[in-house]
């Protein structure tokens, strides 16, 4: 299936719902599961620092350090298995990410709270491409301004959700806290960072 326009003003949304199959989604899953350092990032939440409510491990090529949240991450090394999504990914987006940041949701309790990928590494119109795999998950985004637009997205295991061109200029986004009885949930948030020799000369 390909990647279809989900519509909403002022964003450029394509998603597909089965973009990997059954069996890749869960070999997939079980190998970030077992492979990845999971860890527990330290965050800026009013003021404070605190754990974020998730497991995270920041990867991507030596260059693509990020900073969000208050705090500077340099990438882990990129797991093997990896490797053909970014290929596919990179025929799909027409970009080339040198970064994903993974998040493991361990249950309903596990949330990422309302944001904007709007990091000055990423550029005034980063395309981020959100791939889900385990239990799904609502995916919120609401408009910056306050006037009203809102969204919902059932994120199934397997799909593909871009965001691309304006969206993060004026959509914050988030994933709540559900109490229904969910699994396990991995996101993998591909990004393409702007390295130090990319990065535009200050004025």
Same mark, same amino acid.
């Given at each position: ?18 973009? %990997? ?8 899953? $079980? ?97 981020? $491409? ?22 919902? %997205? ?24 559900? $109490? ?7 996101? %993998? ?15």
């Amino acid at each position: 299936m390909p990647l279809t326009s989900v519509p909403l003003p002022d964003a450029d949304l394509a998603f597909d719902p089965t973009w %990997l199959d059954a069996a890749q989604a869960d070999a997939l899953f $079980a190998a970030l599961l077992a492979q990845v350092p999971w860890e527990t990032h330290r965050i800026r939440m009013f003021g404070r620092t605190v754990d974020s409510p998730r497991l995270s491990c920041w990867i991507g090529d030596p260059e693509a350090s990020y900073r969000y949240s208050g705090t500077r991450f340099e990438p882990r090394p990129w797991p093997q298995v990896l490797a053909p999504l970014r290929v596919r990914l990179r025929e799909a987006a027409s970009i080339d990410f040198n970064s994903v940041l993974a998040n493991l949701y361990r249950d309903g309790r596990d949330r990422m709270g309302w944001h904007s990928d709007d990091e000055p590494e990423l550029g005034p119109r980063p395309t981020i $491409a959100s791939i889900s795999l385990g239990a799904p998950r609502r995916f919120l985004l609401k408009r910056r301004d306050g006037s009203g637009e809102r969204l919902a %997205l059932e994120l199934p295991h397997g799909s593909l959700l871009l965001m691309r061109g304006e969206t993060q200029r004026h959509y914050r986004h988030a994933l709540p806290p559900t $109490a229904r009885p969910v699994g396990a949930r991995i996101n %993998l948030t591909f990004r393409a960072i702007r390295t130090r020799q990319q990065a535009p000369a200050p004025p």
